[in-house]
């Protein structure tokens, strides 16, 4: 049975993935599957950088802004979510294009992962719980015991992938490490042609700056503000509001926090690179400043041909 094929854009913060992939569903007829673990939340908006309607090109846009920030949405929650709209997309006849710089979000769908289940256990819950109580310390303490090769690869303050891992762990009877490799044998559903936005490191950066300058014009600052109102979990994990709490609390002036928010997304987007870099099916596109959108469009198109990927017109 021939499988299901599916557009990947993919790549770091701030580095063009919204503006292509829209270019490329309209170019071939398909619809665009966000892949962000941040913007799939009603209301962080300008902090994730949500498209707006104009940037979106009259293209059908998918879990953007469809969760509540009260939710603590998982990685099998979104797997279930893409899965069913990709089907769903393809059976308008049209092709899904996803896009996003969550590389375990990609991976989970594409790499077609399969996930014990979660629910039924309450593990997570559990340790949530002891999140609460005992600090991200001791959960990375507890995975380092249970799977070194995990803790390992897991930065301690990565609250969310040590909880992962551990659920894993705690609920499978087989190491996280394990786990992933037989998730890793598993075939993919879809034939996947992954496209990565390429920049030099001082050009990118110098664009996460920028863009974090026109988040606080367009009203990140009041965008944080609502969100403390509601004490999410989720508007605390997020780059660009947890940065600005000392701002609201006084011990910090805004510019300062305004910078903390560009360095952090900088980290961010080196961690992102470095996950997209062990893919090696991803055809690196070069990206320039001096490109329009245009020849970028172009450019990806003749990845598309030299690939042999799709048949439809555009």
């Known amino acids: 049975m021939e499988k299901q094929k599916v557009l990947a854009v993919v790549g770091p913060t701030a580095s063009g993935k919204t503006a292509l992939g829209a270019a490329l569903a309209r170019a071939y007829g398909g619809e665009v599957i966000s892949a962000d673990s941040m913007q799939i939340y009603e209301g962080l908006d300008i902090a994730s950088a949500k498209p707006t309607e104009a940037e979106m090109l009259g293209v059908p846009h998918h879990l953007i802004g469809c969760i509540p920030r009260s939710h603590r949405f998982s990685v099998a929650e979104y797997?279930?979510?893409?899965?069913?709209?990709?089907?769903?997309?393809?059976?308008?006849?049209?092709?899904?294009v996803m896009v996003g710089g969550t590389g375990l979000y990609v991976d989970t769908v594409l790499g077609g992962m399969a996930f014990p289940?979660?629910?039924?256990?309450?593990?997570?819950?559990?340790?949530?719980r002891r999140l609460a109580e005992e600090g991200k310390a001791a959960l990375h303490a507890q995975l380092a015991a249970l799977d070194p090769e995990?803790?390992?690869?897991?930065?301690?303050?990565?609250?969310?992938?040590?909880?992962?891992?551990?659920?894993?762990?705690?609920?499978?009877?087989?190491?996280?490490?394990?786990?992933?490799?037989?998730?890793?044998?598993?075939?993919?559903p879809y034939e996947v042609l992954y496209i990565g936005l390429d920049w030099e490191r001082e050009t990118l950066y110098a664009r996460i700056d920028r863009r974090v300058t026109r988040m606080a014009e367009?009203?990140?600052?009041?965008?944080?503000?609502?969100?403390?109102?509601?004490?999410?979990a989720t508007?605390?994990?997020?780059?660009?509001?947890?940065?600005?709490?000392?701002?609201?609390?006084g011990e910090k002036p805004l510019e300062e926090c305004l910078d903390d928010i560009r360095r952090e997304t900088r980290r961010y987007a080196k961690r992102q690179l470095t996950w997209f870099r062990r893919n090696a099916q991803i055809h690196w596109l070069k990206m320039y400043e001096?490109?329009?959108?245009?020849?970028?469009?172009?450019?990806?198109?003749?990845?598309i041909v030299k690939n042999d990927f799709l048949c439809y017109n555009g």
Do not use: W
């Open 290 to 303: 001096s490109d329009e959108l245009r020849k970028i469009l172009e450019k990806a198109k003749k990845i």
């Open 117 to 128: 289940q979660e629910e039924d256990s309450g593990m997570r819950e559990i340790l949530l």
């Open 79 to 96: 797997a279930a979510l893409a899965h069913e709209t990709i089907a769903g997309i393809a059976g308008r006849g049209h092709l899904p």
């Open 235 to 249: 508007a605390g994990a997020a780059i660009g509001y947890k940065e600005l709490f000392p701002y609201f609390a």
């Open 150 to 188: 995990a803790a390992a690869a897991i930065h301690p303050n990565n609250a969310v992938r040590v909880i992962r891992a551990l659920e894993v762990c705690l609920t499978t009877g087989s190491t996280f490490t394990q786990y992933k490799r037989e998730n890793a044998a598993r075939p993919s």
């Open 218 to 232: 367009n009203g990140l600052i009041e965008e944080v503000r609502d969100a403390m109102q509601h004490q999410t």
